[in-house]
């Protein structure tokens, strides 16, 4: 079934209202190498909300404070029309410990940057961005509390953390009465299915909407890699360090598995007439628990691309072909527990339906 940018979709278990495709705005700026100018991105940002777009995705950091400011520049005319989400906890000053990390020090100095930044009064979905296994959970959540009793924060979140911890602290904040948290932000793809063991069941069992960050991991399931990327002395290695394609490469991203997922891909998208990446981006819109991928576009032609996932009608076929060539070993106990002999043991020959 086709949705449009304006088919709104709760996030976990919030009341608001958030376009199914995020747009990253990590894009926006060039002082990581690779980004869009401000002109294009002006573009990117009046094209996506002319098709009623309303989720935007950065971080305090990201592109060295340009991501925030061109928010808040594009925003300046219809900022309660939009939901912008940004990201505390990397390091904002180079040489200063307490600049980053997840204490309430950190958490408070960066949040009053994006609000500078984002030239507003407000921040309407704040995440905790990479967990640091030093601050106490409930230090981090009293201080998110904080923020939205101040109204400065409207929503909390979390990214990059353990589904263990996450789930702790959304008990630890129900008890208590402090805000919940709303959402999960993950790294989620064909080629990347790990937080199917434990943090998307998690996130759907403690109320919170995921938002996956690399649907098209590192572009690979876009179909720019071939056989000839794996060899070190290939083109990727000639390409500059800057690159997010050489970068994607080192990072180990092109392997014999993901060349074989995105080949799939690139199968289906040849059956349905559409591109490998809304191909795969209709995948991920389509998965359990997911509230809105984040499509990162560098060009107007990146992002009508990027938006056209929204017509793919996949198949049962095609997903389940999608679903067999990417799957992963979900280990112990997730595989003993699927199992038919431990379906017997706990329910005999009844039949019981699992809750959706």
């Known amino acids: 079934?086709?949705?449009?940018?304006?088919?709104?979709?709760?996030?976990?278990?919030?009341?608001?209202?958030?376009?199914?495709?995020?747009?990253?705005?990590?894009?926006?700026?060039?002082?990581?190498?690779?980004?869009?100018?401000?002109?294009?991105?002006?573009?990117?940002?009046?094209?996506?909300?002319?098709?009623?777009?309303?989720?935007?995705?950065?971080?305090?950091?990201?592109?060295?404070?340009?991501?925030?400011?061109?928010?808040?520049?594009?925003?300046?005319?219809?900022?309660?029309?939009?939901?912008l989400a940004t990201k505390y906890s990397t390091l904002r000053q180079p040489g200063d410990p307490n600049s980053g990390g997840t204490h309430r020090k950190s958490m408070l100095a960066s949040v009053e940057s994006s609000l500078r930044q984002l030239n507003t009064d407000y921040i309407d979905l704040l995440y905790l961005n990479v967990w640091d296994f030093r601050t106490p959970v409930e230090e981090i959540l009293r201080g998110l509390d904080d923020l939205v009793r101040q109204g400065k924060v409207l929503y909390v979140a979390i990214s990059s953390a353990p589904a263990w911890q996450v789930s702790r602290m959304q008990t630890i904040a129900d008890l208590r009465g402090w805000s919940p948290l709303v959402a999960l932000e993950i790294e989620y793809s064909l080629i990347e299915r790990t937080g199917e063991r434990d943090l998307i069941p998690m996130a759907r069992e403690m109320g919170l909407g995921v938002v996956s960050f690399s649907p098209l991991g590192g572009g690979v399931l876009t179909g720019k890699y071939s056989r000839e990327d794996l060899n070190p002395t290939g083109p990727v290695a000639g390409e500059t360090a800057s690159t997010r394609k050489s970068l994607n490469a080192a990072l180990g991203m092109v392997t014999e598995r993901t060349l074989a997922i995105a080949d799939v891909v690139k199968e289906v998208a040849s059956e349905l007439g559409h591109t490998p990446a809304q191909v795969a981006l209709a995948w991920t819109l389509n998965a359990p628990g997911v509230t809105a991928p984040i499509i990162g576009a560098r060009t107007i032609a990146q992002l009508e691309d990027n938006l056209g996932a929204l017509q793919v009608d996949l198949t049962p076929s095609q997903l389940a072909r999608l679903g067999e060539v990417s799957a992963i070993d979900l280990g112990i106990p997730h595989g003993l527990l699927a199992s038919d002999h431990i379906r017997t043991v706990t329910t005999g020959d009844m039949k019981v339906e699992t809750r959706s």
């Open 1 to 83: 079934m086709s949705l449009t940018l304006d088919t709104y979709r709760l996030l976990g278990r919030s009341g608001l209202r958030v376009s199914p495709l995020a747009l990253g705005a990590a894009t926006f700026g060039t002082e990581w190498g690779w980004g869009a100018e401000r002109e294009e991105a002006r573009k990117l940002f009046d094209r996506y909300t002319e098709l009623g777009g309303n989720f935007f995705d950065t971080a305090s950091t990201y592109t060295n404070g340009s991501s925030e400011r061109l928010l808040g520049e594009f925003t300046r005319t219809n900022r309660d029309g939009l939901v």
